[in-house]
C-alpha cells in the first residue's frame, strides 16, 4: 500500500508550503511518520519525523523552518515548510520511520524558484 503525497509545487524563495500526507490507519497509528527528500543522483534523506506520541525530529537543514504534525483521526502526517530556499527542492516522499519499501509512493515535486 503505497502512501500518497499532496500539497508540492513551486513557491518563490522565502516562500512556504504545507505538505500533506495520508497513510493506512493500520500503521498510522503506532508508527513513527517521516519526511523524506531526494534530489537527483543523491540518496533519500529523513528530513523530519514525529512518533506516536509527537515526538519530533528535524535534519540540521531545516531545522526551525519546518514542522511535522499528525492528525490521528485522518492518518495524516503534515510538513509545514517556510522560509524555502533553492536549497529545499526536491521530490519529497513520507513513509515511515525506519522506512518499509512497500510504503513509497510517487512523492510530491517542491520547487523553490523565483
Known amino acids: 500500500v503505497q502512501l500518497v503525497e499532496s500539497g508540492g509545487g513551486l513557491v518563490q524563495p522565502g516562500g512556504s508550503l504545507r505538505l500533506s500526507c495520508r497513510a493506512p490507519g493500520s500503521i498510522f497509528s503506532i508508527w513513527t511518520m517521516g519526511w523524506y527528500r531526494q534530489v537527483p543522483g543523491k540518496q533519500r534523506d529523513l528530513v523530519a519525523s514525529i512518533t506516536s506520541r509527537r515526538q519530533t525530529n528535524y535534519a540540521d537543514s531545516v531545522k526551525g523552518r519546518v514542522t511535522i504534525s499528525r492528525d490521528d483521526a485522518k492518518n495524516t502526517v503534515y510538513l509545514q515548510m517556510n522560509n524555502l530556499s533553492p536549497d529545499d527542492a526536491a521530490v519529497y516522499y513520507c513513509?515511515?520511520?525506519?522506512?518499509?519499501?512497500?510504503?513509497w509512493g510517487q512523492g510530491i515535486q517542491v520547487t523553490v524558484s523565483s
Open positions: 513513509n515511515t520511520v525506519p522506512s518499509l519499501n512497500p510504503y
